[in-house]
Structure formats: C-alpha cells, structure tokens
C-alpha cells in the first residue's frame, strides 16, 4: 500500500514537472516568435500557395506561432497564465526596441562588417513597426484569449477547434487591420491598406486551420501528463 501511495506521488510530481518545463518552453517559443516577427517585418515578400498569390510581411510569417501557443497556453494552464505570456511579449518587445535604438548612437569602426548605413537601412523604421505590432499585438492577443476563453465556457470545453479557429480568425483581422492602417496610411492609398488587410489576413486565417490539427495532436499526445484546465 505504501508503495503504491509513493509511486502516485512520484508520478504526480513528475507530471507537476513536465507541465511547469512545458510552459516555461511553449512561453519561450512565444517571445522568440514575437521578437523574430518585429525584426525581420520590414521585409515584404510573395507567398504563392498555388490558387492565390499572397503579398505579405515576412514577419507574417513566425506571427501565427503566437496565436498557436496562446491557444495551447490557453488550454492547458488557463486565462491567468495566458495573458501572462502575453505581457511577457510587451516586455521583450520594449526591451528589444530599446537595444535596437542604443545600437545606432555609436559609430560602427572602419572595418566593421555591418556599417551605419547598412545598420539603418535595415533598422531605421524598426521603431514604427515594432510600436505598431506592439499596440496591435496587445489588443489582438488579449482578444484570441478572452474569446478562446468564451467559446470554451460556453461549449462547456468541447469543440476545441471552434474555440481555437474562432478566437485566431477574430485576433487576427484586429491586429491586421491596426498593423497595416498604423504603417501605412498616409503611405499606401486606400485600394492598396484594403489588399494588405485581406491578403494578411487570409494568410493568417489559413494558418489557423492548419495549426488545428497541430494543437489537436500535442493536447492528445500530453493528455496523461497535463490535464487540461477546467474553468
């Protein structure tokens, strides 16, 4: 009896374990996906995915891995710890930006490899990305949480993939629209703002029914280490 009594707690502790290195591992992979996301977003590219050509940031591109661990966050750990990690984000953003603008106040030496030309050119409209990602980056994930927290409160925890498609299709066309409409009016003309919207938002939206699957399979694959919370 007493062994099988220290067994439970050891499997117990082991669990409490695994499900405290796997947040701290699904909140790393979120700021490091934020924070590639705001330096390489000044670089626009073509994503041909056979039946439409999308024109996006290449930011775009590590940005649905945010809204994939939020829901994962989500799921496992509960609204607190969520929009912890999302916090975290709004940190790690400012503490970048800030190091971005201190490196170009020195003068790079001769023989550097990366000169200040090539330094600014690179980084000089950092600052107004990573602001605009920032501002719409904090009122889009706060949206994915509380409308993935919604969704799951009223379908009682059932059809994740509601909770998860639902909340990432709504986040995404706020933070969309107020990225796009924060860098580029006065820019682009209005056709131009309405294109960028959709096509990054369309992007992102498949993104979304792709990482469905994804969650559906790392939630199974954990079921016996971490339960899933319960409002």
């Known amino acids: 009896?007493?062994?099988?009594?220290?067994?439970?707690?050891?499997?117990?502790?082991?669990?409490?374990?695994?499900?405290?290195?796997?947040?701290?591992?699904?909140?790393?992979?979120?700021?490091?996906?934020?924070?590639?996301?705001?330096?390489?977003?000044?670089?626009?590219?073509?994503?041909?995915?056979?039946?439409?050509?999308?024109?996006?940031?290449?930011?775009?591109?590590?940005?649905?891995?945010?809204?994939?661990?939020?829901?994962?966050?989500?799921?496992?750990?509960?609204?607190?710890?969520?929009?912890?990690?999302?916090v975290s984000g709004f940190v790690a953003s400012i503490f970048v930006l800030f190091f971005l603008w201190l490196g170009g106040q020195f003068v790079a030496i001769p023989d550097s490899i990366v000169n200040d030309n090539i330094y600014n050119a690179v980084f000089r409209n950092a600052w107004r990305i990573i602001a605009a990602s920032m501002v719409a980056y904090l009122i889009a994930q706060f949206i994915d949480v509380r409308i993935f927290h919604f969704w799951k409160r009223l379908t009682k925890g059932k059809h994740l993939w509601l909770r998860n498609n639902g909340s990432t299709i709504a986040s995404q066309l706020v933070d969309t629209s107020l990225v796009i409409c924060i860098l580029f009016i006065g820019v682009w003309d209005a056709g131009q703002i309405f294109n960028g919207i959709i096509d990054g938002w369309l992007f992102k939206m498949l993104m979304a029914f792709i990482d469905t699957p994804i969650i559906y399979g790392i939630i199974f694959l954990l079921k016996d280490k971490i339960p899933i919370y319960k409002e």
């Open 1 to 86: 009896m007493k062994l099988q009594q220290y067994s439970q707690i050891t499997m117990e502790k082991n669990n409490d374990n695994i499900r405290e290195y796997f947040y701290h591992f699904l909140s790393a992979i979120f700021i490091a996906s934020l924070v590639t996301c705001n330096l390489i977003a000044n670089k626009f590219v073509t994503v041909d995915l056979g039946f439409k050509v999308f024109i996006v940031s290449a930011g775009i591109l590590p940005y649905p891995i945010t809204f994939l661990v939020t829901d994962l966050i989500s799921e496992l750990y509960g609204q607190k710890k969520a929009n912890r990690v999302v």
